[in-house]
């Protein structure tokens, strides 16, 4: 009979937090492959979950900052915790490090996002789940904040419920409390623990039938984690209408023809994307509730959009099927594919979340090259006002040239569907 991931967590979570001198709560699918990860691989940091943003010189407070932090941070387990491993098991122990808030100098010579970034690359393994970080390019010029995350403890939803919070925090100068009451405790379990309960059932027969026939013939090109020193970017029109719900299956097959183009190989290869949400009736809290899924690069771009939309439908029914699970299934149908991606894709609808307003000014929102990255080959779209594309590659492995011809495929494909 087949014993689901899931169960076999939940059995030695149990048995973990019964012996536990100190509360420890349960995680969810996603939160688990985070930690299992940066053990495995402690230097990668494509766990972390940053965001950049630009503010005028003099608008920032850190002190202020500090407090509108932790204030934010004590009422959210995910933030004031601490994610550990338990005798091999992966679990949130409550009470830990909340939140960092410093300045970071800018060597003679150096820059503001250089600074940012070589701070980010030194986040401890054991260290807070938020800090917000701080450089100034020179006296009076722009300071550059980096709000970055634990990616354990936060997916899109938790980012706009968090700058929501932040910037409320920050305009009130809230003080911050001693760490989050039994409510929010009680609240962080529940939405785990319905989380862990859509997992379940989500793992059954006919969804590992699904992902054998939809990934049984992958193989992969040998992806993983790796770190990039570029990033290409383009702004393209905002998408209207009826062609909105074709807008995300159209950037699949565009980041497929840029991994072909990479790989050089026609595939089949693993693109991965983020999905999913809080099960229904789940409270509000802060942390990863999203399932990475696995869409099979075809030999070549779609002729028209209609088959790829049918598959990714099929695939969205089956979405809340774990991803080890996912990659369990693929094996058992014949595939050698390891479960490392070979490309991964993000895609954020800008205008579900607030700015991040402090001191009366909005941020605005930038991207830095050089980010470790989660696959040699990342893609992130955002759709607000327009739709912006940034591609992200390991340097050591593809040349520049490389990038920029495969980045032209992409945008060729783009064109072609959206058109």
């Known amino acids: 009979m087949h014993a689901s991931i899931t169960a076999a967590y939940l059995a030695r979570y149990r048995s973990a937090a019964a012996e536990s001198p100190v509360e420890l709560l349960p995680l969810t699918g996603a939160q688990r492959r985070f930690l299992i990860t940066r053990r495995l691989a402690p230097q990668s940091r494509s766990d972390l979950a940053p965001l950049f943003f630009a503010f005028p010189g003099g608008t920032l407070d850190l002190d202020r900052l500090g407090r509108a932090a932790a204030a934010v941070a004590a009422g959210h387990p995910a933030l004031c915790g601490a994610f550990a491993t338990v005798r091999g098991t992966p679990v949130l122990r409550t009470g830990g490090p909340s939140v960092e808030v410093a300045r970071v100098a800018v060597a003679p010579g150096g820059s503001a996002e250089g600074a940012l970034r070589e701070a980010l690359l030194d986040w401890p393994l054991d260290g807070p789940a938020l800090r917000l970080l701080v450089a100034r390019q020179s006296e009076g010029g722009e300071e550059l904040l980096a709000l970055a995350l634990d990616h354990a403890a936060c997916d899109e939803q938790s980012i706009g419920a968090l700058l929501g919070e932040l910037g409320e925090a920050y305009r009130h100068d809230r003080a911050p409390e001693a760490a989050p009451g039994p409510q929010a405790v009680a609240a962080f379990r529940e939405a785990v623990e319905l989380q862990l309960a859509a997992e379940e059932a989500a793992a059954g027969p006919a969804a590992r039938a699904h992902w054998g026939r939809r990934l049984g013939a992958l193989t992969g090109a040998g992806g993983g984690a790796a770190k ?192």
């Open 228 to 419: 990039a020193a570029g990033l290409l970017t383009e702004r393209l029109p905002a998408v209207e209408g009826g062609a909105r719900s074709s807008l995300f299956p159209a950037l699949l097959d565009a980041v497929g023809a840029a991994a072909r183009r990479l790989h050089r190989t026609d595939g089949p290869l693993a693109l991965g994307y983020p999905w999913g949400g809080r099960p229904p009736g789940a409270p509000a809290v802060l942390g990863c509730f999203l399932n990475t899924l696995v869409h099979a690069v075809p030999p070549r771009p779609a002729a028209d959009l209609e088959a790829l939309c049918d598959d990714w439908w099929d695939d969205l029914d089956h979405a809340g099927t774990p991803f080890d699970e996912v990659v369990r299934a693929a094996r058992a149908a014949g595939s050698p594919w390891s479960g490392a991606l070979d490309a991964m894709l993000t895609f954020e609808d800008l205008q579900r979340r607030p700015p991040l307003v402090l001191g009366g000014v909005p941020g605005r929102e930038v991207h830095l090259s050089g980010r470790p990255l989660a696959a040699p080959l990342a893609v992130s779209a955002s759709h607000g006002e327009v739709l912006t594309v940034h591609l992200a590659w390991d340097s050591e492995r593809f040349p520049a040239a490389d990038a920029e011809a495969a980045f032209g495929d992409l945008l060729a494909v783009l064109r072609r569907h959206l058109a």
